[in-house]
């Protein structure tokens, strides 16, 4: 059966690269997929990515918060629920997780705020079956990201964070996966992007009977 797959993690970790192989390979395998992404997989979206990431407006956490959450609602209800009922998989570049430990934990709203209630208010109804965590230190995120950036892709909002930033985010992915074991596969992702990929393809194959 089709499923809805997160692919999360810190910038860098390499999230987008295994989306796309992974994507390549199951349609190989004659699936339909979807290959989206949080923020920006809605025309809306795309609108609210830009003010998010794009660096003109600094919005207070609270309102970050809120407009990754309609980004989300509108991209479910638009996109993914369509999609699933449809029988087509669905790849997803960010989800919830990067909510919870982007703009709960690492903006400090977790002390004034129990979120579960809004990110399933947000979901609506569409909890992924499995979700791709890609483990790595933060250094080795931060030189991938420079090389990207060395070959032409501008670094957005988020990636500019402060590094104290992003090891809260780094600490609270790793909080999220121990809470989420049934669901979240945490993968090594330092390791070559081959040997990744084959471990996803192995773990898709395996958990989900391809
Ligand atoms: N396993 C790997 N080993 C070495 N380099 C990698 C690996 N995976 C990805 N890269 C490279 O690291 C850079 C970042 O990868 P990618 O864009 O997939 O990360 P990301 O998690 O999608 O980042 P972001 O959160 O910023 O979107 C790219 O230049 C990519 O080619
Ligand atoms: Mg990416």
């Known amino acids: 059966m089709n499923q809805l797959i997160t692919f999360e993690g810190a910038d860098g970790c390499g999230k987008s690269t295994q989306l796309?192989?992974?994507?390549?390979?199951l349609r190989h395998q004659g699936k339909q997929v979807l290959q989206t992404k949080q923020p920006?997989?809605?025309?809306l979206g795309v609108e609210i990515r830009r003010l998010l990431l794009s660096g003109e407006f600094t919005p207070i956490p609270e309102c970050e918060l809120l407009m990754f959450l309609a980004d989300r609602a509108q991209h479910v209800k638009e996109v993914i629920q369509p999609a699933l009922q449809a029988g087509v998989w669905v790849l997803c570049d960010r989800y919830s997780d990067s909510t919870l430990a982007y703009q709960l934990a690492a903006r400090g709203?977790?002390?004034?705020?129990?979120?579960?209630?809004?990110?399933?208010?947000?979901e609506a109804g569409c909890v992924p079956h499995q979700t791709f965590w890609f483990d790595v230190s933060i250094e080795t995120a931060m030189l991938r990201l420079e090389?990207?950036?060395?070959?032409g892709e501008p670094s957005n909002r988020l990636d500019d964070e402060a590094m104290a930033f992003h090891q809260?985010?780094?600490?609270?992915?790793?909080?999220?996966?121990?809470?989420?074991?049934?669901?979240?596969?945490r993968l090594d992702a330092s390791a070559s992007i081959e040997t990744i990929q084959q471990q996803i393809q192995q773990i898709i194959q395996k958990k989900i009977r391809c």
């Open 147 to 151: 090389k990207r950036q060395q070959s």
């Open 40 to 43: 920006g997989g809605t025309p």
């Open 109 to 122: 709203l977790d002390e004034k705020l129990d979120l579960t209630a809004m990110l399933a208010f947000a």
């Open 168 to 185: 809260r985010v780094h600490q609270a992915f790793g909080y999220i996966y121990q809470a989420n074991q049934e669901r979240m596969i």
């Open 20 to 25: 796309q192989l992974t994507t390549a390979w």
